[in-house]
């Protein structure tokens, strides 16, 4: 009898580990209405779209499910990724460090969803928002298994906004194709998303990752599979231009210094996997791709 017994409990721990870990789809279906992303799942079209849920905690365990569950919806057209969330909270104390886009993630509530859209574990998107609305994007290098490859420079145009509720909140986000690359004809994109709840002291996870791994490593995703396949790859052509003018004058010596400086930047996609950036008359300035770096001594920053 206890020979059957234990039997049964290493079945049972066997099926349970195998649960925990088995390869975790959802299908995101094709739709032709709209969507706006005013923050509340207010849509009717809302209903039709399957879930991304059962969330892992991460911290401050990595083998149980999350306390404060968190729902994800996703529908796309030929134009648009849309998103909606939901996530539980403890109440409405959510903590933010700034208001400021891109802002960090470390310490403040947010929602971020991962996508590997060339199904490769090396390079992906990162979208988040937080319960205020302000949002973020950024991109992971390297599979993700250094602080290193997070960056948080990378820019590019999408729309989102969050409503609060008494015990959760809403938000809603819509990402243009166009801004995302991906190979022609794909049906699936690895997927993952997390979560950073302050109020139950909470990180969780929609596939679950252990706890010694970052929690945007590219190695714990799921599947994201699309009704119908996607399109071509499309990244609009952007251009950036500028006018930089300068006038001064010594009144002492009576000369006058006018100057005007005309420039720009422009981006061009070559195919589904690169992009040409091009500068005509550089004014040198910062700009939204350089990180900013303060010097407080003597010497140059190299």
């Given at each position: 009898m206890p020979r059957i017994l234990l039997c049964s409990l290493l079945l049972l721990s066997i099926s349970v580990a195998k649960a925990q870990y088995e390869n975790k789809s959802f299908t995101i279906k094709h739709i032709s209405e709209t969507i706006v992303a005013d923050g509340q799942l207010d849509e009717p079209i809302w209903q039709i779209a399957e879930s991304a849920n059962e969330f892992w905690e991460y911290f401050p365990l990595d083998s149980v499910q999350a306390r404060k569950q968190s729902e994800i919806k996703m529908l796309y057209d030929d134009k648009n990724l849309y998103i909606g969330i939901k996530a539980y909270s403890s109440g409405k104390n959510y903590a933010t460090q700034s208001l400021k886009r891109d802002f960090r993630g470390s310490g403040s509530d947010s929602f971020s969803l991962v996508f590997d859209t060339f199904n490769d574990g090396t390079n992906a998107f990162l979208f988040g928002i937080n319960p205020y609305g302000v949002r973020r994007e950024a991109l992971?290098?390297?599979?993700?298994?250094?602080?290193?490859?997070?960056?948080?420079?990378?820019?590019?145009?999408?729309?989102?906004?969050?409503?609060?509720?008494?015990?959760?909140?809403?938000?809603?986000?819509?990402?243009?194709?166009?801004?995302?690359?991906?190979e022609e004809g794909a049906t699936k994109w690895r997927f993952n998303s997390y979560r950073i709840e302050t109020q139950s002291n909470e990180r969780s996870t929609w596939t679950r990752i252990p706890q010694n791994q970052l929690i945007y490593n590219l190695a714990f995703m799921g599947d994201m599979v699309f009704e119908k396949p996607l399109g071509k790859s499309r990244t609009p052509l952007a251009l950036i231009p500028y006018i930089n003018g300068l006038s001064q004058k010594n009144f002492e010596t009576e000369k006058s210094i006018n100057t005007l400086k005309f420039g720009g930047d422009s981006k061009v996609s070559i195919g589904n996997t690169l992009n040409l950036d091009i500068t005509i008359n550089p004014d040198f300035s910062q700009v939204e791709a350089d990180d900013q770096v303060t010097n407080l001594d003597r010497k140059s920053v190299v």
């Amino acid at each position: 009898m206890p020979r059957i017994l234990l039997c049964s409990l290493l079945l049972l721990s066997i099926s349970v580990a195998k649960a925990q870990y088995e390869n975790k789809s959802f299908t995101i279906k094709h739709i032709s209405e709209t969507i706006v992303a005013d923050g509340q799942l207010d849509e009717p079209i809302w209903q039709i779209a399957e879930s991304a849920n059962e969330f892992w905690e991460y911290f401050p365990l990595d083998s149980v499910q999350a306390r404060k569950q968190s729902e994800i919806k996703m529908l796309y057209d030929d134009k648009n990724l849309y998103i909606g969330i939901k996530a539980y909270s403890s109440g409405k104390n959510y903590a933010t460090q700034s208001l400021k886009r891109d802002f960090r993630g470390s310490g403040s509530d947010s929602f971020s969803l991962v996508f590997d859209t060339f199904n490769d574990g090396t390079n992906a998107f990162l979208f988040g928002i937080n319960p205020y609305g302000v949002r973020r994007e950024a991109l992971i290098a390297n599979g993700g298994t250094s602080r290193d490859d997070f960056n948080l420079s990378w820019d590019v145009k999408w729309r989102g906004d969050s409503k609060i509720y008494n015990d959760y909140f809403t938000a809603e986000m819509i990402i243009p194709l166009t801004s995302l690359k991906f190979e022609e004809g794909a049906t699936k994109w690895r997927f993952n998303s997390y979560r950073i709840e302050t109020q139950s002291n909470e990180r969780s996870t929609w596939t679950r990752i252990p706890q010694n791994q970052l929690i945007y490593n590219l190695a714990f995703m799921g599947d994201m599979v699309f009704e119908k396949p996607l399109g071509k790859s499309r990244t609009p052509l952007a251009l950036i231009p500028y006018i930089n003018g300068l006038s001064q004058k010594n009144f002492e010596t009576e000369k006058s210094i006018n100057t005007l400086k005309f420039g720009g930047d422009s981006k061009v996609s070559i195919g589904n996997t690169l992009n040409l950036d091009i500068t005509i008359n550089p004014d040198f300035s910062q700009v939204e791709a350089d990180d900013q770096v303060t010097n407080l001594d003597r010497k140059s920053v190299v």
